[in-house]
């Protein structure tokens, strides 16, 4: 079974620290992805990544960066929090290759406070 | 830009009698549907997929319909049962890109026992 993993499941920051968000996955795939969900929004792309080393802004990357530097591991920044940052935070990854299907795997989620 | 959307926001249902999860999509150059469950404090997990060139397909106790001509998508679920209570999300591929998918806001469904 595929496995995505988050580095917390609940984190609590103040405004202006540098958060770092980590996500691993164990499945070799190519893509990785970070979203944020919010009531009544539902999951909204912030970044992703089709390798490592490449990313690529998604819809709401303002506040956010992104680092890839190895195929498992993708991290999410938030290089100063803000309070409109607070948010539950979703990892997934997907493999290309894999048929026709494009289906995404998840990790837990991280809900993150900024206060 | 293009999104896809629910009818429904909220749908309470009685243990044992079947589903039904409705999703409008906009984008008809979308090639690829997938249905996802999320329970409360985890990640969404798969539940089905479909792809524009077929109109219907089962899985266990799932069924996705998928309509073109309106671009309408739906969810079912026989024998609903109390595990089924979830969020529930639908989220297409626009074609445009081999990997990116842009979701639903989902809709919140409530099995009573």
């Known amino acids: 079974d595929v496995k995505v993993t988050q580095s917390s499941r609940y984190l609590v920051k103040r405004t202006g620290e540098k958060v770092f968000l980590e996500c691993v996955q164990d499945?070799?795939?190519?893509?990785m992805f970070w979203y944020r969900q919010d009531p009544g929004l539902g999951l909204r792309l912030i970044y992703f990544?089709?390798?490592?080393?490449?990313?690529e802004k998604g819809d709401i990357p303002e506040g956010y960066s992104v680092s890839r530097e190895k195929k498992e591991r993708f991290s999410l920044i938030l290089e100063s929090a803000s309070t409109n940052q607070t948010s539950m935070y979703l990892c997934?990854?997907?493999?290309?290759?894999?048929?026709?299907?494009?289906?995404?795997?998840f990790g837990p989620g991280t809900r993150l406070t900024v206060t | 830009g293009e999104s896809v959307g629910l009818h429904l926001p909220t749908l309470s249902v009685q243990e044992g009698d079947n589903s039904i999860i409705n999703c409008a999509y906009s984008?008809?150059?979308?090639?690829?549907f997938i249905w996802y469950k999320q329970e409360s404090g985890k990640g969404p997990q798969f539940i089905i997929d479909?792809?524009?060139?077929?109109d219907k397909r089962q899985g266990q106790r799932v069924t996705v319909l998928l309509n073109k001509t309106v671009k309408h998508l739906s969810l079912q679920i026989a024998a609903t049962q109390p595990g089924d209570s979830a969020v529930y999300f639908c989220?297409?591929?626009?074609?445009?890109?081999?990997?990116?998918?842009?979701f639903g806001k989902g809709t919140l469904l409530t099995v009573n026992p």
């Open positions: 479909i792809r524009s060139n077929m």
């Open positions: 989220a297409e591929n626009s074609g445009g890109s081999n990997y990116k998918l842009t």
């Open positions: 997934a990854s997907s493999s290309p290759g894999q048929g026709s299907s494009y289906e995404q795997y």
């Open positions: 990544s089709y390798d490592v080393k490449m990313k």
């Open positions: 984008n008809s150059a979308s090639d690829y």
């Open positions: 499945m070799d795939h190519e893509n």
